[in-house]
């Protein structure tokens, strides 16, 4: 009896875990933050802006389809890349100026901060039933996986004021490449924006060409 309900709890124990592992390509907010005195209500113009200092392509990348995803949700945006050099980073004059000729009134700034390993050990120690629990705990040789997690800091700023009005930090678990991993990631924090009221809910290309037909 012992043995049977070792072996239906180690069991249900594996299927958590490849359920874990199955999910690990994700991206999740980690916290969230937003100006409570702010009353500007949704921003119409957004300008998007990636931090990069080695990866120009990626930077491109990133901009672009975080792009994409706003005016696919009705939002008239546009990509740092157009009014920013790529040759280094801009001084505080000539950023300035870039962002008042995009016309926009919001700033989205993603910036990638920390890139972590996490090490899991498998099977994990837990309840074991009766000395044949332990005996045959002891033989499991245990498996060693490591997992890359991404830290990205995203910030918004009212163009008007300077002032940050919203920002967020996010995890990605076992990044591939920004081309792979923007997409969700944009859904995200475009989601995160909509939800705190930063963002007009979601309008489609084909809703607005039946409104205005």
Request: proline content about 6%; aromatic content about 12%.
């Given at each position: 009896m012992r043995r049977a309900l070792y072996a239906s709890v180690r069991w249900l124990v594996i299927v958590a875990g490849i359920s874990v592992l199955v999910g690990c390509a994700s991206t999740t907010l980690q916290s969230t933050w937003m100006d409570p005195g702010y009353r500007g209500g949704p921003f119409k113009r957004f300008l998007v802006v990636g931090l990069?200092?080695?990866d120009v392509t990626a930077r491109r990348v990133l901009e672009d389809v975080v792009v994409h995803k706003l005016k696919a949700g009705g939002v008239e945006a546009l990509p740092g890349w157009q009014f920013l050099a790529s040759n280094g980073?801009?001084?505080e004059a000539a950023f300035t100026a870039a962002v008042a000729k995009s016309g926009a009134d919001a700033m989205l700034m993603v910036r990638l901060i920390a890139v972590e390993t996490q090490t899991t050990v498998w099977p994990p120690m837990g309840p074991r039933f009766g000395w044949y629990g332990y005996y045959s705990?002891?033989?499991a040789?245990?498996?060693v996986t490591q997992s890359q997690i991404a830290v990205v800091e995203t910030t918004l700023f009212d163009v008007r004021s300077q002032?940050?009005?919203?920002?967020?930090?996010s995890e990605t678990i076992n990044p591939t490449n920004v081309q792979k991993d923007a997409p969700v990631f944009a859904d995200v924090?475009?989601?995160?924006?909509?939800?705190?009221?930063f963002l007009p809910p979601a309008t489609s290309k084909l809703r607005r060409w039946?409104?205005?037909n």
């Open positions: 990069s200092a080695r980073p801009a001084d705990g002891w033989y040789y245990p498996e002032r940050v009005v919203w920002s967020a930090t924090i475009l989601g995160a924006l909509r939800k705190d009221g039946r409104t205005m």
